[in-house]
């Protein structure tokens, strides 16, 4: 299937004044690092600070150039490898210990490997071999947020894109994403275009100059959407960064004959403005796009192939504001290959990936955290003018790791953060705990670590004024006897499940694993037992019920103050599904994470639960947080305060799904996670703070730095719908029955004179 089919349904909704203007929706977005607010440099430095990998192409000597003050500082010898066929193909941390590992391909066998590095040795890690010379090493980006880097491939005669997703150093699974079909597009650069927290592509035609990005939802194409086609074909996309720190992606593009360059320049989804820029003979080639001098936004490295001279833009402004020489090596053998400091990150490589850049706040900042031990105590303040404090701990053995926030004079929060990829910015999946709560109380967080440097940070909520006592601890351990687990039961009537549905059913569990931080009293024990069956279910009316996806519930008991307490939960998966489930795993992951929620009481312990005893006595159980009258959830609720910051307002009562209430109103808020209606395969559905607020309600201990990217719809009113489909009976055929979840619900028995009955009160 050629490119031109999977864009031409996106390209038909498009008006002609759309395709053609620089109000087009471009989608050319930041990475996940460049939604951090970033703290500018007063004045323009033109210091260059990197470190810089580099090879001499005659011997296969590898080294690293350490420059400061633009001048060469150290050359630090890697292993060599004496097989000048054997070709750096990416940079990235695989196995997650702090130090860039590089990926080889050989030129003339296709055999791929891995140097893991440590501290200047290597070692020498196989993978598959691919000796089809048509298929080239396109970029490495963690496609599905696992936190390993993945291997994208490109297969130019055929026009594949594919991923070999890696559990570490090791591949886990190999996918096609799509086809271009055989033509000139090849692919220019990896980022996050859309903000959906998933990388996607940038291509380029070299035969018509259009360019276009395919978005991806962990791997999987979504859409193929036409950018601003190039000016002619003499016109190539260079290089893709943050040229003007407003932490959305730029493209800087380069004319190959004359050496004319311009700046492209977006804001949020449109193209603002176009630079242009000083023109450089074809001597001089680009050699990344990275933040050389500290103060938030991209630079250019040029190196001059005639001279061996590295120079340096300084970009402010979507422009070159100063340059400066940094060193010339004049043995032309040796060629630089990437900063590693732009190759900490996941989604940077040799090739034209985005680059996170920047400090975090307007304030403190990762870079100037306040060293500290692992156990430490300090009182501070922050405030509108210094919205964070950052303090920086390292950990040379595992353990649990405490930390409490008291004394506030304001809002304030703590949290736990791993910069794993150095890039100096916040980015998805590095909060590690979080646990607000609003006003004046004290916070707590509490996490398993294993060796490496983390930060804390206190920050302010809206800009209040908070002085804080901020206290650590951490004790040495092998394991958290805490940590929550989802321990999943397959039935035999789930026979019909492939490895890989079953596999993203245990995904699904694993992604709650990561969001629940320890066991609460709402479990007392740390692991949750959950059974899986299947049945081909049935409507009201005795007709196949072909719309349901699945049933899911908690089983509930009581502890000896009469509170709820989930032992274990059941999931019934409608097995008229099944051949759909094994053709969309990953659509079948996304709905367990919905179904899972229900488990852990969503929507199916959102009022009191009365249990009745042999002789008659009835003992009530659980809170009320949902308004049957007015179809809402209360306020007064951590979910209600998640609902007023994304109004940006105070705390407000949420609209839920009317006559079922197991669910958020569908019209009010389409695509969150915990709606009843699920999307199509492919769309995604992320889970915002309003479903982590309705878990921490119900008393579990939620990371909310696990909240995933999430924007209310424009909607007329945020009242709750009157019909139980307001989207329309397309959306029937995706039906979550999870309102049904209550017949999934039992109670465990407590004592002889306990019955093994229940209903909601």
């Known amino acids: 299937m050629s490119l031109t089919r999977f864009l031409s349904a996106e390209a038909s909704m498009m008006s002609s004044e759309r395709m053609s203007s620089d109000s087009i929706v471009e989608r050319i977005l930041s990475m996940n690092s460049t939604r951090s607010i970033f703290a500018k440099a007063s004045s323009l430095s033109t210091a260059v600070t990197t470190d810089l990998l580099a090879r001499d ?42 130090q860039q590992d590089l990926l080889w391909r050989n030129a003339r066998t296709g055999a791929v490997r891995l140097w893991q590095m440590n501290n200047g040795t290597a070692q020498t890690i196989a993978l598959d071999s691919v000796n089809d010379f048509n298929w080239s090493i396109a970029g490495l980006a963690d496609f599905n947020n696992d936190g390993s880097a993945d291997i994208l491939w490109h297969n130019t005669q055929s026009g594949e894109a594919s991923l070999w997703f890696m559990n570490n150093t090791a591949i886990a699974a190999k996918t096609t994403i799509a086809s271009t079909g055989p033509s000139g597009w090849r692919i220019q650069g990896i980022t996050d275009l859309n903000l959906d927290g998933f990388a996607d592509l940038i291509w380029s035609d070299l035969n018509t100059g259009q360019t276009a990005v395919w978005t991806l939802n962990r791997g999987v194409f979504g859409a193929g959407i036409y950018l601003t086609s190039a000016p002619s074909l003499d016109w190539k996309i260079a290089e893709i960064g943050d040229f003007n720190g407003d932490r959305t992606s730029d493209l800087f593009w380069r004319n190959e004959k004359t050496g004319e360059t311009q700046f492209w320049l977006y804001n949020g989804l449109q193209r603002t403005q176009t630079v242009a820029s000083r023109s450089l003979n074809s001597a001089w080639q680009p050699v990344s796009s990275s933040d050389l001098n500290r103060d938030g936004t991209n630079d250019l490295l040029w190196r001059n192939s005639s001279t061996g001279e590295l120079l340096a833009w300084f970009v402010r402004n979507g422009n070159p504001a100063d340059s400066t020489s940094v060193f010339t090596e004049s043995n032309l053998n040796w060629q630089p290959i990437a900063p590693l400091e732009q190759s900490a990150s996941l989604l940077a490589t040799p090739t034209n990936s985005t680059a996170p850049v920047g400090t975090i706040t307007s304030g403190d900042s990762i870079a100037s955290a306040e060293n500290q031990a692992s156990i430490f105590s300090r009182s501070d303040r922050v405030d509108a003018g210094n919205t964070s404090d950052f303090y920086r701990f390292s950990v040379d053995q595992s353990g649990i790791f405490t930390a409490s926030l008291t004394g506030l004079t304001g809002d304030a929060d703590v949290r736990l953060v791993q910069d794993t990829n150095g890039s100096g910015a916040i980015e998805t999946g590095e909060v590690l705990a979080w646990q607000w709560e609003r006003g004046t109380a004290n916070e707590s967080i509490r996490k398993f670590i294993n060796p490496g440097t983390y930060f804390v940070q206190v920050l302010d909520y809206r800009n209040q004024t908070a002085d804080y006592t901020v206290a650590t601890s951490f004790t040495i351990a092998a394991s958290d006897p ?58 009201q009316d005795g007709s196949a019920d072909a719309g349901t996806l699945a049933l899911s519930g908690p089983t509930l008991t009581l502890d000896a103050a009469n509170n709820l307490v989930i032992t274990r939960g059941s999931t019934t998966l409608n097995t008229r599904k099944i051949a759909e489930f094994n053709a969309n795993p990953i659509y079948l992951r996304d709905i367990m994470i919905h179904e899972f929620a229900h488990v852990l009481g969503f929507g199916t312990i959102w009022e009191p639960i009365a249990f009745t005893y042999s002789d008659g006595t009835r003992v009530r159980a659980g809170q009320t947080w949902i308004d049957r009258s007015t179809a809402t959830y209360r306020a007064n609720s951590y979910a209600g305060q998640a609902y007023g910051d994304l109004l940006g307002g105070e705390a407000t009562a949420i609209p839920i799904e009317p006559r079922v209430f197991f669910h958020w109103d569908e019209r009010r808020f389409d695509a969150e996670l915990m709606t009843p209606f699920a999307e199509s395969p492919g769309v995604l559905m992320p889970m915002s703070s309003l479903t982590l607020g309705a878990l921490r309600d119900l008393g579990w201990s939620v990371n909310f730095g696990a909240v995933q990217p999430y924007t209310l719809p424009a909607v007329a009113a945020s009242s709750a719908s009157t ?39």
């Open 723 to 761: 019909t139980a489909n307001p989207a329309g009976a397309a959306l029937l055929s995706y039906k979550c029955g999870c309102g049904r979840c209550l017949a999934a619900v039992r109670t465990e028995i407590l004592s002889p004179s306990l019955s093994d009955q229940m209903r909601a009160a």
């Open 482 to 539: 805490q940590q929550f687990q989802m321990q999943l039961n397959f039935a035999d009537s789930l026979t019909g499940l492939s490895a890989s549905a079953r596999d993203a059913i245990n995904q699904a569990a694993r992604f709650w694993e990561g969001v629940i931080l320890n066991q609460t009293g709402i479990t007392q024990t740390n692991v949750l037992p959950i059974n899986l069956t299947g049945e081909a279910l049935v409507s």
């Open 57 to 98: 192409v005659s011997t296969g000597a590898t080294q690293v150039w350490s420059v400061s003050n633009s001048s060469l500082v150290t050359r630090r010898d890697l292993p060599s490898e004496l097989d000048v066929n054997w070709q750096v193909a990416g940079i990235a941390d695989f196995n997650r210990d702090a």
